[in-house]
């Protein structure tokens, strides 16, 4: 059975930094990803990796700002948030699953998904 879990979300002023960690077990994965979600807003990808591939992914308004990576010893992604703002606060989701590469930065690209992490930018 695949479980996903989020941790590391918090309140943080503007212009901090947080990390996120996603704990997937179960199995391997080809494609690790980072959703959120603000309160009245649609579910939006944020940032993306195919390991196999080393390739990532990035939504425009957080490149520059946001990182992510995997540990393969340990099978945690992470999402290093810097220069965060307050139109980052949401609910943030990892995903994980098979993705090709047309369906990366897309919802349907991912079978399973976590419960989700808090994240809220506020001075």
């Known amino acids: 059975q695949v479980q996903v879990e989020e941790s590391g979300g918090g309140l943080v002023q503007p212009g901090g930094s947080l990390r996120l960690s996603c704990a997937a077990s179960g199995q391997s994965f080809g494609t690790y990803a980072w959703f959120r979600q603000a309160p009245g807003k649609e579910r939006e990808f944020v940032a993306g990796i195919r390991p196999s591939m080393g390739r990532t992914y990035y939504e425009d308004s957080v490149k520059g700002r946001f990182s992510i990576s995997r540990d393969r010893a340990i099978g945690t992604i992470y999402l290093q948030m810097n220069g965060l703002k307050p139109e980052d606060t949401a609910i943030y989701y990892c995903?994980?699953?098979?993705?090709?590469?047309?369906?990366?930065?897309?919802?349907?690209?991912?079978?399973?998904w976590g419960q989700g992490t808090q994240v809220t930018v506020s001075s």
């Open positions: 995903a994980v699953g098979n993705s090709i590469e047309s369906t990366v930065m897309t919802m349907r690209g991912y079978r399973y």
